[in-house]
Nanobody, 119 residues
Framework: VQLQASGGGLVQAGGSLRLSCAASGRTLSYYVMGWFRQAPGKDRELVGSIVWSGNISPYYAEAVKGRFTISRDKAKNTVYLQMNMLKPEDTAVYYC????????????WGQGTQFTVSS
């Protein structure tokens, strides 16, 4: 699976931003799509994930629960990360990734997109 993330930039605290991740190269029926982030000096962390097929609710990390929403557009083979009520601590490079549904590790990664939340 090839992944292309986009949508980074600069936004003020309290604002909103949407990231996109376009997938190609393989049908995603048995995949999980994840969004990760890595802030300067910190480890990469999972922000949230969504199962491509079915009606399973997305997973969200506690730090973003209630503010971020993951969705998918099957027709466009694209996953979105809608981020609201942004905080300076959300500043990071964001990555999308994919893995087969019952595997532990994500094995395909997008190139990362940076955005900064100013206070």
């Amino acid at each position: 699976v090839q992944l292309q993330a986009s949508g980074g930039g600069l936004v003020q605290a309290g604002g909103s931003l949407r990231l996109s991740c376009a997938a190609s190269g393989r049908t995603l029926s048995y995949y999980v799509m994840g969004w990760f982030r890595q802030a300067p000096g910190k480890d990469r962390e999972l922000v949230g994930s969504i199962v491509w097929s079915g009606n399973i609710s997305p997973y969200y990390a506690e730090a973003v629960k209630g503010r971020f929403t993951i969705s998918r557009d099957k027709a466009k083979n694209t996953v979105y990360l809608q981020m609201n009520m942004l905080k300076p601590e959300d500043t990071a490079v964001y990555y999308c990734a994919s893995k087969r549904r019952y595997e532990l590790n994500y094995d395909s990664w997008g190139q990362g997109t940076q955005f900064t939340v100013s206070s």
